[in-house]
Structures are given as structure tokens and as C-alpha cells.
């Protein structure tokens, strides 16, 4: 008789310490953790951590098994308790009707129409960054890439869902954000950080950058009320949704949560995809010239409408192929309610699925050369063999990323409008090493310099 198999049943990396497990070596190596335990415990297997239950997958099968088949037997993993300190419960850690509901009310600020409206904000940005990187054209110098795209990606996300009602503090809220990240991750790293109530002078800290996340949030909120402004915005849609039942609107709590949330999620991700795709571009020569002659032949000379990007394939090759070698999101999580069944073993309730965007796309046995720089694998014609989740940078299921679309005529509009005006060269200095936080940045800002060409 075959004998069913169960958690304990799964292999697990070589712990170091009794007590802590494996909690050192993820803390150490992070995303190389990953990759190198599917090398030696293959597509499952769990992790030793103290106080949960972690199990890792790596197949496309059954991470779609995850996050569609059987997505409801699923909430978000113990990460986005951590998340949810920072952000709230928007869109990103709600749960079940609630979430549900949200999403029906946030989903129309997504729709093509709506995006067809942003165009002209996404162009109007660039041309304001275009303008900026004009003083350092041809003169040699290198300047900051990273912080403006940054900015741009800000600016973006303000213009088109907030009606740039965050503008005169986008500095300091970099710095909140970026604090924020870091302490989110020093809380999912550590399942012994004591509770945020509790007076540590860490939560003291944390605490502190909540605060100021409020005060901007909050601030954003009230003006709008008080001028009882509608505009053609995420933020208007929201302040002004009712529930069908009972007829209210949304409180200001649960207003700030969502706006924080979009607006978090909204940039950092898009702007560390255009960084890492300007790196690989200045790296592969080859590619930036198939890109270039796209672009001069199909493109007016100005980008205005978005039939002005429809045509440009290898664009949308470049970003899908930037986006498989450094997926902005690299790793996702989920926890079981039920108890489940996942590659023949019995997974018990409450117990965490993490699944590595970044090792799929990185699977020998699923891309070949995968840590080179190849747009030519996006081509229609080559994808047809592969499994739907072998590529998922913005998740799946009921759960895929609201901003999917956004980002990436974002993208679109920003590298073709930015690669037509310049020749921009990554600084040679620059070592592309991986600070996986939340998000996968780069662990060095990215300096570059511009040459004009036309
Ligand atoms: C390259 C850019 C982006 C990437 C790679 C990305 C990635 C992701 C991923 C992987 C998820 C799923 C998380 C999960 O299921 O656990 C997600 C969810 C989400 N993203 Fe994005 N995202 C990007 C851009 C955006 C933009 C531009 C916005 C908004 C303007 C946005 C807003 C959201 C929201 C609100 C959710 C939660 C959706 C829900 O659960 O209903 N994202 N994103």
C-alpha cells in the first residue's frame, strides 16, 4: 500500500541550530537560499523556522494549483502581517467580502479607458524627467538613475490616481517608504520581534514613521473633502464610493489604507523594473540596437497616443524579459486554511506557501540560459510551450496585481520615450547586486550618463 505523505514527511535544508533551524542561513542568503536548496530538495520542501510552518514550491503547476485552482482555500502568509502594520488593510492584506469588495470598487480606475486617459499624464512626466536629464547630455557626467526614476515613477503614480495632491512631499516620503520597507522586512525575518505595542525603542521607531506616513495620508484625505474637489482620480472614486447595503462611504482609516497601498505599490516596483531594464539595455549592446532600430522606425518622433507604443513588440519583449531576470516582486506568499494536498503531500492548516517568483524564472529546466539577457524568448511564437506560470511577475489568480496594465504602459511610454531622446549608459561601476527587501532592488543606486541622439 502506498503510504500517504505528510508535512514531516517533506526534506528540509541542513539546520545549523536546534532552536532556530534555518533562520540564519535565509536571513543570510536570501533569494540564494532559494535557489540553492531547489537545486538540492528540488520543486518542494519545507523550511525550519521557529513558531511556523513554512513549505516552499517552485513548480509552475502547482503554484497555478495555488493561486487559482484552489485560491480559496488560501489567505496572504504571515509576510503581509507584517505588511499589514505598515500599510494597513488595503487592497494588498485584505481578506475574503471585504477584500472583495474593495477590489470592485478600485478595479474601474484600471480599466483601458481609464488607462487610455492616463497616456497623456504618463508623456507629460517623462517629458518633465527628459528635461532634467537634458544638463548632464553629453557632458560626461554621471548622475543618479535610480532617484530619477524614482521621482518620475512618483510623479506618475500622483498625477494619474491622486491628482498630484502628494507633490510637495514626495522627498521625505521616499524616506518614509524606505524606512518602512526595511523595518517590514526585519519583521518577517524575525518571528521573535515583539509585538508593535510593546515600548521597544525599535517599535518606538517604527511607530514614529507611522505617524508621518499619517500626517501625509491623512492630509491628502481632508483637503479633499474640504474643498469637495471631484476629479477623474482613484482617490475621487474611492471618496465617493457608498456601500450598497448600508450606503456609507469609506472612513478615513480605511481610505488612507488604500491610498497608501496603491501608492506604494504603484511606484517602487515600476521603478525598480525601468532601473534594472536600463542595466540590462547598456549591457547588451546588441539588444538596445534592435530596440533603437524599433523604435526610430516605428515611432514619430514624439510619443503622443498609445498607438504611438502598440506596434512596438521588442518593447514589450524587453520589459517582459527585464521583469523575468530581475522580477520587481520576488517572492510571494500564501497560508492554507483548510488542510491541502500539494505535490502528493499533506500540507496541514496554517501553514505558509512561499513560492520564489525569482527561482521560476531563474529554472534551468524551464529557460535556457537563464541568467542571460534574451528578449527574443518573449516572442509569441516561443512562449507557446511554456506553462502559464513559468513567467508571473505580477502574481495570479483573483489576487494578480491590480496595476498590471498600468505598469506596463507606464514602462512602455517611459523607455520608449527616454531611449528615442538619449543613449544612456550605465555607470561601469556599478556592481548589480541584489538587495531583496520587499521589493528587488538593486543594493547600489544605479548611476548612469546620457548622450543625445538625435
Ligand atoms: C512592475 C510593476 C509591478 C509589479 C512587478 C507588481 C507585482 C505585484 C504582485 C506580484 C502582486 C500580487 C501579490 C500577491 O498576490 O500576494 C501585486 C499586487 C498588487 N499590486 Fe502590483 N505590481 C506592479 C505595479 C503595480 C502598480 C503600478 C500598482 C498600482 C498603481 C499596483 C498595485 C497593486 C495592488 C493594489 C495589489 C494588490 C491587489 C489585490 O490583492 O487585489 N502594482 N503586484
Redesign the pocket.
Known amino acids: 500500500m502506498l503510504m500517504k505523505k505528510g508535512f514531516d514527511d517533506l526534506p528540509y535544508p541542513k539546520i545549523s541550530n536546534a532552536i532556530f533551524g534555518n533562520m540564519a542561513q535565509l536571513r543570510k542568503e536570501k533569494i540564494n537560499f532559494f535557489i540553492q536548496q531547489k537545486k538540492v530538495l528540488g520543486n518542494i520542501y519545507r523550511i525550519k523556522v521557529p513558531t511556523r510552518k513554512v513549505v516552499v514550491i517552485t513548480s509552475p503547476e502547482w503554484i497555478k494549483y495555488v493561486l487559482v485552482d484552489n485560491n480559496k482555500n488560501y489567505t496572504?502568509s504571515f509576510a503581509y502581517d507584517s505588511i499589514r502594520l505598515f500599510l494597513g488593510n488595503g487592497?494588498?492584506t485584505s481578506e475574503g467580502d471585504f477584500?472583495k469588495r474593495q477590489?470592485r470598487l478600485a478595479q474601474p480606475a484600471f480599466h483601458k479607458e481609464k488607462l487610455h486617459l492616463m497616456f497623456h499624464n504618463m508623456v507629460e512626466q517623462t517629458n518633465k524627467c527628459i528635461q532634467r536629464l537634458e544638463k548632464y547630455a553629453d557632458s560626461g557626467a554621471l548622475f543618479n538613475l535610480s532617484d530619477e526614476l524614482y521621482k518620475l515613477t512618483l510623479d506618475i503614480?500622483n498625477s494619474t490616481?491622486f491628482y498630484n495632491e502628494i507633490e510637495s512631499t514626495t522627498g521625505s516620503i521616499y524616506q518614509l517608504v524606505s524606512k518602512g520597507s526595511e523595518f517590514i522586512t526585519q519583521r518577517i525575518d524575525n518571528p521573535f520581534q515583539l509585538p508593535n505595542w510593546v515600548p521597544t525603542p525599535h517599535n518606538w521607531r517604527e511607530k514614529k514613521i507611522l505617524h508621518s506616513m499619517d500626517d501625509v495620508f491623512f492630509s491628502i484625505i481632508d483637503r479633499r473633502r474640504k474643498n469637495k474637489e471631484h476629479h477623474e482620480d482613484l482617490l475621487s472614486m474611492l471618496m465617493e464610493a457608498k456601500d450598497e447595503e448600508t450606503g456609507e462611504g469609506m472612513s478615513n482609516k480605511q481610505l488612507r489604507d488604500e491610498i497608501l497601498?496603491?501608492f506604494v505599490?504603484?511606484h517602487e516596483?515600476?521603478q525598480i523594473?525601468l532601473g534594472w531594464t536600463f542595466y540590462l539595455l547598456s549591457k547588451n549592446p546588441d539588444k538596445l540596437n534592435q530596440l533603437n532600430n524599433e523604435l526610430d522606425a516605428q515611432a514619430n518622433d514624439s510619443i503622443t497616443s498609445p498607438s504611438d507604443i502598440r506596434g512596438l513588440t521588442y518593447l514589450k519583449q524587453v520589459i517582459d524579459e527585464s521583469?523575468r531576470c530581475y522580477?520587481?516582486?520576488w517572492v510571494?506568499g500564501r497560508r492554507t486554511i483548510e488542510k491541502d494536498n500539494i505535490e502528493g503531500y499533506e500540507i496541514p492548516p496554517y501553514t505558509n506557501v512561499v513560492m520564489p517568483i525569482y527561482v521560476v524564472h531563474h529554472d534551468e529546466s524551464i529557460w535556457e540560459n537563464p541568467y542571460e539577457f534574451e528578449p527574443e524568448r518573449f516572442a509569441p511564437d516561443k512562449l507557446k510551450d511554456k506553462h502559464k506560470y513559468a513567467y508571473f511577475?505580477?502574481?495570479g489568480g483573483p489576487?494578480l496585481?491590480?496595476?498590471?496594465n498600468?505598469?506596463i504602459q507606464e514602462m512602455q511610454v517611459v523607455l520608449a520615450m527616454i531611449l528615442q531622446r538619449f543613449r544612456v549608459e550605465i555607470d561601469s561601476q556599478f556592481i548589480p547586486e541584489l538587495d531583496p527587501l520587499v521589493t528587488l532592488r538593486p543594493k547600489y543606486p544605479i548611476y548612469a550618463k546620457v548622450w543625445k541622439r538625435k
Open positions: 496572504k487592497l494588498l477584500w477590489r503614480v490616481l497601498t496603491i505599490a504603484g516596483t515600476t523594473a521583469m522580477p520587481p516582486a510571494m511577475p505580477f502574481g489576487r496585481c491590480i496595476g498590471n498600468f505598469a
